[in-house]
């Protein structure tokens, strides 16, 4: 996992092909707070983005999960969201795919837990556990922007 600010990008030590993607134009802050709420793929980029609200929760209501093939990038536009982490992969057989590429790993606990606001990102390579959405104090809806990265930009 790696933190950061979208107005501090050297000083996360992103891997290039993430540095290059959230040093785009289009993908500041101001830039992913002005777009329209959806799917979001700029023309011939391998990755996409949600932008989006979404409802934060207490942290024993939230999922772990975990990707395969994606790398996530979350952004927050507005709020603020506590999110756990870990260092180990959680993956299991049996875990529910709930969608393509989105694993829930049942009962894991986390040893990192990071609170971003507005501007700041965290970004899970394939097979990091997260538990993204937990209320920092009382659940609210926040405004994010998830990029999704194939995992072979980041294979060199």
């Known amino acids: 996992m790696i933190i950061g600010h979208l107005n501090a990008l050297p000083l996360a030590g992103l891997p ?39 409802q934060t929760q207490p942290q024993a209501e939230r999922h772990t999960e975990y990707h395969a093939f994606y790398a ?22 049996g875990d529910e795919e709930r969608k393509p590429d989105l694993w829930i790993a049942p009962g894991v606990v986390h040893p990192v837990s990071m609170t971003l606001r507005s501007g700041d990102f965290a970004v899970f390579l394939p097979g990091e556990p997260h538990q993204a959405l937990c209320a ?7 405004r994010k922007a998830v990029f999704k990265v194939p995992r072979a930009l980041l294979e060199v």
């Open 16 to 54: 290039p092909a993430l540095r290059q993607i959230l040093e785009r134009a289009d993908c500041s802050l101001a830039a992913l707070a002005a777009r329209d709420d959806g799917r979001w793929q700029p023309q011939g980029c391998p990755w996409f983005c949600h932008i989006g609200p979404a």
């Open 72 to 93: 996530d990038i979350q952004v927050v536009l507005t709020g603020e969201e506590t999110i756990r982490a870990g260092m180990q992969s959680v993956a299991r057989t």
């Open 136 to 142: 920092v104090e009382a659940p609210m809806t926040v």
